[in-house]
């Protein structure tokens, strides 16, 4: 009925709404009429020349869907806008990756000497799986603009994706030779450096980034997570307490900062560190069991065990693994009965369940 009074109406909103209503009733070519009336009563609607180049691309009407992508990249960029940006993105929601890159390199084929236009078409390439063509790609983009950061970074990706760390590492290095105070770059190298398992020199690149951006508490985040993992306990709780001041992830640090005293026998300030986590937050369960095991040990076992219940409570979904860390706790200080009697307790409603039994 509304595509209907679409045909009969020149009034662009019932065209949209036509539209709409047979995309949510997955009727394709209904959905193509409907954007084709759209775009003609509103010819300068971008959102109405997005939709008819999408459903034309997924009805198979390449040339339609070519001449709806060549518009959209020559009215989509406003101001210093990408206009490739919309473009890739309704590619890259086409189901049919080879129909989506077919339109990207004939869109390109137009354009040899835009550098945004390659870039694109790499990105879409990735999305296809087509390492190969995507290193092609990039490989042009920097010719075309040499030591175009997000470029670089680029490339380094794909080559980590075809076994190539090794090259992306001294390619990296060699730009951040050419431009030193490229933290975008710098940070890329860093983290590239850590999956190729080289945490020393990740560290070093970090800490470089720290001098550079004394303030950017992701920067300090990383440097504290590679310190934990060095062992360097000192260098990692100072960058977390760093975090706090920053206001950055104040959570994630209460909780590493527990571990770290926690990892050295410090119970009384990994306690202290824990309690600041709040209910809600990423590790607020795991910190109250943590904070459990720290009561027990220290011979609070019946406050343990209160919070413990306290927890379960709270947190049916984690009942299992609560009851099975309070039975640890009886049977480690050697009350086996109370341990037995607790996991009875929990087998009377979950009989089948394997790691209780």
């Not at 339609?64 to 009215?75: G, K, N, T």
């Amino acid at each position: 009925s509304y595509l209907d009074a679409a045909r009969e109406s020149n009034d662009p909103r019932i065209a949209e709404r036509a539209l709409k209503i047979t995309l949510y009733g997955q009727q394709s070519e209904d959905a193509l009429e409907a954007a084709r009336r759209w775009v003609s009563l509103a010819p300068e609607n971008l959102e109405a020349h997005q939709a008819l180049a999408a459903l034309a691309l997924r009805n198979g009407e390449q040339q339609e869907a070519q001449d709806e992508f060549e518009y959209l990249l020559a009215h989509g960029g406003q101001g210093d806008a990408d206009p490739y940006k919309p473009v890739l993105a309704l590619l890259a929601r086409e189901p049919d990756k080879e129909r989506a890159l077919t339109v990207m390199e004939q869109l390109f084929a137009e354009r040899p000497d835009d550098a945004d236009a390659c870039f694109a078409y790499a990105r879409l390439a990735i999305h296809a799986d087509k390492w190969t063509s995507a290193e092609q790609q990039v490989n042009r983009c920097l010719a075309l603009r040499p030591d175009w950061t997000e470029s670089l970074i680029l490339r380094a990706q794909i080559q980590i994706k075809l076994n190539k760390g090794e090259q992306a590492r001294r390619d990296l290095d060699e730009a951040l030779q050419r431009n030193p105070g490229d933290a975008a770059l710098r940070t890329a190298y860093a983290r590239l450096l850590v999956d190729l398992d080289d945490y020393d020199a990740a560290r070093a690149q970090y800490h470089e980034l720290m001098e550079q951006q004394p303030d950017n508490g992701a920067v300090v985040y990383a440097l504290a997570l590679l310190s934990l993992e060095n062992g360097q306990y000192d260098e990692a709780g100072i960058l977390f307490e760093r975090m706090v001041e920053l206001d950055f992830q104040p959570q994630q640090a209460w909780y590493y900062l527990g571990a770290i005293e926690e990892e050295q026998k410090h119970h009384r300030k990994a306690l202290q560190w824990y309690d600041k986590v709040e209910e809600g937050s990423d590790h607020w369960v795991e910190v109250q069991i943590r904070m459990a095991r720290l009561e027990a040990e220290s011979g609070d076992v019946g406050v343990a065990r209160e919070r413990l219940r306290s927890l379960r409570l709270g947190q049916p979904a984690q009942a299992q693994r609560l009851y099975l860390v309070e039975g640890e706790i009886l049977a480690g200080i050697g009350q086996y009965e109370e341990a037995f009697a607790l996991y009875a307790e929990y087998l009377a409603s979950q009989p089948d369940d394997i790691d209780i039994l």
